[in-house]
């Protein structure tokens, strides 16, 4: 679970990077971020498609990013009125502010 409480807490000028798990995450952020934004990076494992625990096919991983931090600004974090959020439940809980994510393309940390 995410600590809000713990990520006002962090907040670095105008913005705080964290993962998942809301752990803190040292990435150089871009100059220009949104409100909310998803640092991405390209996917280097192989990756293969499951159904019913079977393995259907590949997946082309060019399409796919993985997510490598998280970052609100002040105002966004401000917004949210819960205390401790999962990452999943965060993500629709910002845009439940009226805020959209953007997505940044990062090189792996």
């Known amino acids: 679970m995410i ?3 713990r990520l006002r ?18 990435i150089p952020i ?3 971020l949104g409100p909310a934004t998803l640092l991405v990076s390209e996917v280097t494992d ?3 498609a499951v159904d019913a625990d079977k393995v259907t096919g590949s997946v ?3 399409a ?6 998280l970052v609100l600004d002040r105002e966004t ?3 949210l009125e819960v205390d401790e959020i ?5 993500i629709g809980a910002v845009e439940a502010t009226g805020v959209t994510w953007s997505v940044s393309p990062i090189s792996d940390p």
């Open 46 to 48: 192989a990756l293969k």
């Open 30 to 32: 871009p100059d220009s």
């Open 64 to 69: 796919m990013w993985s997510v490598q931090a």
């Open 60 to 62: 082309d991983r060019a």
């Open 77 to 79: 974090l401000g917004q």
């Open 9 to 26: 807490g962090r907040l670095d000028g105008d913005h705080v990077s964290f993962d998942k798990w809301g752990q803190p995450v040292d």
């Open 3 to 5: 600590s809000l409480a």
């Open 86 to 90: 999962s990452a999943e439940d965060l």
